[in-house]
């Protein structure tokens, strides 16, 4: 693995890091329709990177297939749904924003289950990754250096706020600075983590690289549905999380096409 690759799986890690390391700054928990917006702009930039990241290119990869282009991008984008709902069923984890505990009962410290349901989060994006890492070094791929830098970049964008999202309220709820910063720091260790196993086996299976790339926009756009656009227009029916969906979109699609 060669340094521009390591230093693009390590791109998301240090947005989540620079998140996390807000609640030495910062004294107060984060304002809720802050929390909404920001909510909002991290689904808005996971919807557009899954398109123009991952499935366009899958559907590139297999026009060799003809009309049935289409397959390997439906039958992946189904599998990542499919897997992100099986480990939302079997991972007992808490929601940062409403406390609600969801999986498997457990005697897990509330702490613990906050960063499962991060961690959970962060899975889809560093194999969305590791995916299009991948695909760049393919052989007469889509995708270049710079189009998988702008999927790295742009997750590194969003993964700030949720890095902030995790550290601050447990400060707030009396779990010390430091140590709020290095959960935070946890539940993004996963991403770079994801990321380079992605890599490392689709050297091994190259033909199903297209799968791979839909699964990760699957697995994405399942964290967006069941996750995010719910926290962002939770509460008063605000068009505020609407207007952080719609910003987000906009500057992953900029990113994906200035530089891919």
């Known amino acids: ?25 910062l004294k107060e928990k984060m304002n809720a ?19 123009w990241s991952l499935l366009i290119p899958s559907i590139n990869m297999s026009e060799s297939m003809g ?27 808490i929601h940062v924003e409403n406390g609600q505990k969801e999986g498997p009962e457990s005697k897990l410290k509330k702490t613990t289950m906050l960063i ?7 899975i889809p994006e560093g194999m969305a990754v590791g995916a299009v890492f991948a695909g760049m070094l393919m052989d007469n791929s889509s995708i270049s250096m710079l189009g998988a830098f702008a999927l790295s970049i742009g997750i590194a964008i ?25 959960y ?31 699964f990760a926009a699957g697995a ?5 549905v069941e996750e995010l656009i719910p926290d962002a227009v939770s509460e008063n029916k605000s068009n505020i999380g609407t207007i952080g969906f719609a ?13 891919g």
């Not at 521009?4 to 996390?20: D, Y």
């Not at 910003?247 to 530089?259: E, H, R, S, T, Y």
Request: proline share 5%; net charge neutral.
């Open 220 to 224: 994405m756009i399942y964290v967006v």
């Open 67 to 93: 009309r049935l282009a289409f397959v390997p991008a439906a039958v992946g984008f189904i599998g990542g749904i499919l897997f992100l709902l099986l480990l939302d069923v079997a991972v007992p984890h």
């Open 1 to 25: 693995m060669n340094l521009n690759v390591l230093g693009g799986v390590m791109l998301p890690f240090l947005g989540t890091s620079l998140g996390a390391a807000c609640v030495f700054f």
């Open 247 to 259: 910003i987000g979109f906009v500057v992953m699609m900029v990113l994906d096409v200035a530089l």
């Open 184 to 214: 935070g720091l946890l539940s993004g260790i996963v991403e770079p983590i994801g990321a380079i196993i992605t890599i490392l086996l689709s050297s091994y299976m190259i033909p199903a690289l297209p799968y791979l790339l839909s």
């Open 158 to 182: 969003q993964n700030f706020p949720e890095g902030a999202i995790i550290s601050m309220p447990l400060c707030s709820s009396g779990t010390g600075k430091k140590k709020s910063f290095i």
């Open 116 to 122: 499962l349901a991060v961690t959970l989060h962060n």
């Open 33 to 51: 329709n802050v929390q909404r917006v920001l909510s909002g702009f991290a689904a808005g930039v996971m919807v557009a990177a899954s398109v």
